[in-house]
C-alpha cells in the first residue's frame, strides 16, 4: 500500500547506533597504542578537544561514531594480538623445571596476602631507614658479597646499570622512548628552508600554537585530571564590546615610587626571566565554573572573586598587590590575586586588611595541571641558552607565550577556550612580579618601579638578592641609569 511506502523506506534506511566502549576504555586504547588525542583527531576529521570529550564520556553521533568506533575495534584488536604474542614468547623462553624443585604452588603454600605485604618493599637497601633482615640461604646457595632486598611481588629487578625512566602519567617509561617534538620540529624547519635560521625561526613562530597544543596534549597522556576545554562561560569573562573587554582584572602593576631620598642613584632595571613560563604553575579551575556567594575562600578551588579591595597604605615604597586602579568599589579579581591579597593581609605580613569576598565563580582545582608542559619548555629553553640555539629560544617563548595569549576568544586556537585560564595565568606572572618586589625590599633594597610582568627597577646591591642570568629562576639586567645630582637636593620622582 502506498501509505506504507514512506515508512518501508524509513525502516530500510534506519540502523542501531553501534556501541562503544566505556570513557576509560576508549583513553586507554589509545594511550597503549602510544597515540596522541591530536593524532587521532586527525584521522577522524575533528579536534584534539573533542576527542577527550569522548574519553571523558561525552557521546559521538552520526558518521564520526562509526569512524572512532571502528578506530577502537582495530586497537583492541591490535593490542590483544601483541599480548598474545609476548605471552607466547615469554612461555617458549621460560626454561623447564627441573624434576627436584619444588612447583611453584608447593613453594607459596601457606603465603596469604598480608604476608606479602608485611615483606620488605624496598629494591634498595639505602632506601631503608635500618638494614633489613638477611633471608636464609640454602646450603647449596652460591655466596653473596652483600645481602639482596627480596624484590615486591610482581616486580622484576633491573640490572646494576639502570634504565633512566621520566613520569608519563601514572606510569614512567623509559627517556630514550621520550619523543623530543621541539627539537624534531626545528630539526625539520632548518632542513626545510636549508639550514635559514631567519626562515626556519620565522616558519616555526607561525605554527607556535598548534605546535604547543600538541605538545600539551602529549605531556596530559595518562594525566590524573581530564579538563573541560569548551565550557560554558559566566558573562564577567565575555567582552562588552567587540574591542572591549571583560570584567576581570588581572592586576597588572605600573608602579613607581613616587620619591627617592636625596642624592644621585644608580637604578638597575631587571628583566625577568620566562615571566608566562612561570605563570604556568598556578591553581587552575579543571571544570566549568559554577557561581556561589559569601565571604570565603575555599584552597581547593580557584576561578574569579568579586572583592571589594583593601586599602593600600605601603605605595610609597612596595606597589598595591591588585595593580593600578583608578576607579573605586568593588572587583573581580582571579585566583592569583586574591590568594596574594590573602597572604599578605595574614599574619606575617599583616600589610592590609583582608579582602572582603562577595561572590565566586570556581572550580575544583589544581597547581599541577600544566606542570609537565612547563617543565618540557623548561627544559628546552635552558637546552637551547646552552647551546646558543636561537631558533629553539624564540620557537619556544612563542609557544608559551601564544598558548597564553590565545586562550580567550581567539580565531587561532580552537582547542582550548578558557579565558579564566588566561586570565589566571596573566594574574600569576603579576603575583610572581610582586613577590620580587617584596623580597627587594625585604633584603634592604629600595623598589623604584615594577611593570607589567617582567620588569622591575632597583637601586642597591641586587646579585645579593636575584640571580643572574637567562634561567627562568634568574634575572638579568636590562638597562641601567642615573637618578638625582645634587646631594642636598631630593632627587624627585622616579618616574
Known sequence: MAEFDAIDVLLAAARQEVALPPAEERRRLREELNLSRAQLAQALGVS??????????????????????YFLDGARTKLDAASAAAGAEALADAPAPADDKPAEAERTAGVDDADVLRSPQHLDLAECGTAAPVPAQPEKAAPRTAPRQP????????????????????????ASDTPDLIGSAVAAALAEHAGDVEAATAALIKRAIPDAMALLDHTRKGGRYDVVAHPWLPDILRKQSARGADQVWEARPKWSRPELPAGEHE?????????YLSALKTHLPLGQLEHSTGNHHDRRRAGLHLITPPVWDHGAYLPDPIGNRDEPGLLWVTEPTLRLLLRVSGPKYGLCDPPEIHELW??????????????????????????????????????????????????????LYRTDWMHVIRSQAFANLWWKAHRAYDEGLLVVRAMGTDELHIIGDWRAVFPEGRGVA??????????????????????
Open 48 to 69: 584534539a578537544s573533542t576527542v577527550g570529550g569522548w574519553e571523558s564520556g561525552r557521546e559521538p553521533g552520526g558518521e564520526v561514531r562509526e569512524k572512532y568506533a
Open 151 to 174: 624484590a615486591p611481588a610482581g616486580m622484576s629487578v633491573r640490572a646494576a646499570s639502570g634504565v633512566k625512566v621520566v613520569p608519563v602519567g601514572r606510569r614512567v617509561q623509559a
Open 267 to 275: 637604578i638597575t632595571a631587571l628583566d625577568i626571566n620566562g615571566a
Open 362 to 415: 570556581t572550580s575544583g582545582a589544581t597547581e599541577g595541571l600544566l606542570e609537565k608542559f612547563r617543565i618540557v619548555l623548561k627544559d628546552a629553553r635552558d637546552r637551547a641558552i646552552a647551546d646558543g640555539d636561537e631558533v629553539t629560544l624564540e620557537y619556544v617563548k612563542a609557544m608559551y607565550s601564544k598558548f597564553v595569549s590565545t586562550l580567550g576568544e581567539s580565531n587561532y586556537n580552537r582547542e
Open 474 to 495: 634568574e634575572v638579568k639586567v636590562k638597562d641601567t641609569y642615573t637618578v638625582g645630582t645634587d646631594p642636598d637636593q631630593p632627587s624627585g620622582s622616579a618616574s
